[in-house]
Structure formats: structure tokens, C-alpha cells
């Protein structure tokens, strides 16, 4: 089966500080994308990537960095954390073409900014 | 006007009943479509594809109606086990570059 770990299911911040957002995939899938979950909002993409080293950006980046430098991790990394970046954060991946491709999401990060 | 729209609900049927959603997306150069479950508290999981001849996967029917932009999922003899919330998913073009967009996703409570 396809796994998909986050590193921190809960996490609690304060505004102001530095939060590293890890995911792992063991399936050599080209493609990983964080989304951030909101109520009535619903999945918004705020980054991905097709390769190492590559990184493209989504709906609302604004706020957010990433980093892949091998190819099964990709980090999320919020430079200053803010009260509106409380949310659930979901990481997935998939194989072949970004937009066709059956997603595998993680379990989430439910991310509390103070 | 979001770019994929679906009725919240919740949606709420007993045991045994045929339940619709339907979903509209604003892109007429979307290709590719899926519906995807995500059960309370848990990640979101592939359900099916929607393909443009229509498909059924047991209880489950997607169709596709390019012409006014919807998709639909039918839910046949629900069951409690199909309460979840239904996301409608979507590609953002036609390029192999472009991403899938998400609803907001139709909740489906199943009584007994």
C-alpha cells in the first residue's frame, strides 16, 4: 500500500515562529502537493512539486516556502506562523501526470497558531 | 463564482435510499474529474473516476455532462458505512501541468 507519513499529527505555535512541516512518500511518486483544509472552504493547494528540486505554486502560497530535496520528502515550512494559518494541513503524491493521477493524501497536521 | 461547486448538505437519508450530488465546475477545459470520500477526521481517499461515457463501480454511478458542467454521484441502497463527506474533484485545464481543484464536498448522513 501507498504511505503517505506526517511527521506531527497536532502541532500548538506562536505567532511569530518558524514551523517545519515534514512528509514522506515510499512509493518513488513524481508529484507531492500540500493543501491546506478549511470548513467551508474546502482542500486548497498551496504548493507542489513534479521533481526534486522543483517546486511550483498553488492557490494561496502567500506565507508558505517548501523544499524537496529528495525525492520521497517534501517540506512545508511557515517562516513567521500567524493565527490564519491555524488549519489542517493534508500532504499527498501521485504518479505520472499532476493532474490525472489517483492523489494518496497523509493523515494531516492540525497546525494551532496562538 | 468558485471554480468547483457542490451543495454542503448535509444530506440526510435512511438506510436503503438512492441519494444524488451533483457537482459544477467553471473550467470547459477541464479533462479529467473524480470523486473522492473523506470519512470524519481522516484523509481524503479516491473513490472513483468520472469518465466522459458515464461509470459504475457497485453501488456507486459518476456521469459527466460536458455541455453544462456538472458531474453527478449516485448512491444506490445507501448504507450507515457511506456516511462521509463526497468531494468533487476536478482538473484545472488541459495542460499535463495543471492542478486539481477541490470542493468543498456534499456531507452524507445515513440513518437507520
Known amino acids: 500500500d501507498v504511505k503517505v507519513t506526517q511527521s506531527s499529527r497536532y502541532l500548538v505555535k506562536r505567532t511569530g515562529e518558524k514551523v517545519f512541516l515534514e512528509c514522506v512518500q515510499d512509493m518513488d511518486h513524481e508529484n507531492m502537493f500540500w493543501y491546506r483544509q478549511d470548513p467551508g472552504l474546502g482542500l486548497r493547494l498551496i504548493y507542489f512539486?513534479?521533481?526534486?528540486?522543483?517546486?511550483e505554486k498553488g492557490d494561496i502560497p502567500e506565507g508558505y516556502s517548501v523544499s524537496r530535496e529528495k525525492k520521497e520528502r517534501f517540506s512545508l515550512i511557515l517562516e513567521s506562523a500567524s493565527t490564519n494559518q491555524t488549519s489542517m494541513y493534508l500532504c499527498a503524491s501521485s504518479a505520472g501526470t499532476a493532474n490525472t493521477g489517483e492523489l494518496f493524501f497523509g493523515e494531516g497536521s492540525r497546525l494551532t497558531v496562538l | 463564482r468558485k471554480e468547483v461547486e457542490q451543495d454542503p448538505g448535509p444530506f440526510n437519508v435512511p438506510e436503503g435510499a438512492t441519494v444524488a450530488f451533483n457537482c459544477t465546475y467553471s473550467?470547459?477545459?477541464?479533462?479529467?474529474f473524480f470523486w473522492y470520500r473523506q470519512d470524519c477526521r481522516k484523509e481524503p481517499k479516491l473513490l472513483m473516476s468520472v469518465y466522459s461515457s458515464g461509470n459504475e463501480d457497485g453501488r456507486f454511478t459518476a456521469q459527466l455532462n460536458r455541455a453544462s458542467q456538472y458531474i453527478s454521484l449516485l448512491i444506490r441502497d445507501s448504507k450507515l458505512s457511506d456516511s462521509a463527506t463526497y468531494l468533487c474533484?476536478?482538473?484545472?485545464?488541459?495542460?499535463?501541468?495543471?492542478?486539481?481543484?477541490f470542493g468543498q464536498g456534499t456531507t452524507l448522513q445515513v440513518k437507520p
Open positions: 512539486s513534479y521533481d526534486v528540486k522543483m517546486k
Open positions: 474533484v476536478v482538473n484545472g485545464g488541459s495542460s499535463n501541468t495543471g492542478k486539481l481543484i
Open positions: 473550467n470547459s477545459a477541464s479533462q479529467s
